[in-house]
């Protein structure tokens, strides 16, 4: 397995990392769709999120994506951060997953929760924040092997052009999701 790992070039073999942790993600955040609530917890959760969505709504275009932005980058930051980044990470996305199901169950729309998640895909940002986010996650994998083969100074420069990347697909997705609101 190794060995035919091996034969790809370094560059393909980020992006196949990246590609893994995207499916990851869907997976964990799936999995939070699926996740059984209480009417009361569902009630709080659904309650809470429309009056975030609310507020923000009100917001002047330029102060929803800075909101939007300031909010999803600190998730992706702290998923760069070696070990504890993706567990921080896979957290996150397990909660949107169960605040999502709950929103669903508050709202009482009648349609899964999952399917919601899977149509959020129709719009740009969600493929920008989750492909940000496996990026993260992807790159402090990368950051800890580095950091275990004593060669993390090296990595350094990638995670720094990565997080730049990051940035900007962030505040592209801002944009659009801050325009459709």
Known sequence: MLR???????KTRRILT????FFL???VTVAGTLTPLSNEDADALGSG??????KVTSLLTEQKVSFIFGNNFMICLIGFVPV????FEWYVLYSTGVVL???TMYE??????????FLLFLFPFTWLEFLAYSTAVAESFWLTWRIIKRRSRMEMKNACILISICAVMLLAAAIIEAALL
């Open 25 to 27: 993600s869907i997976i």
């Open 18 to 21: 990246i590609i893994a942790f």
């Open 84 to 87: 504890i980044g993706p567990i």
């Open 4 to 10: 035919f790992w091996q034969g790809f070039p370094s």
């Open 108 to 117: 009482q729309l009648g349609v899964s929760p999952t399917s919601i998640f």
């Open 49 to 54: 999120l429309k009056n975030t969505h609310d």
């Open 101 to 103: 199901n709950a929103y």
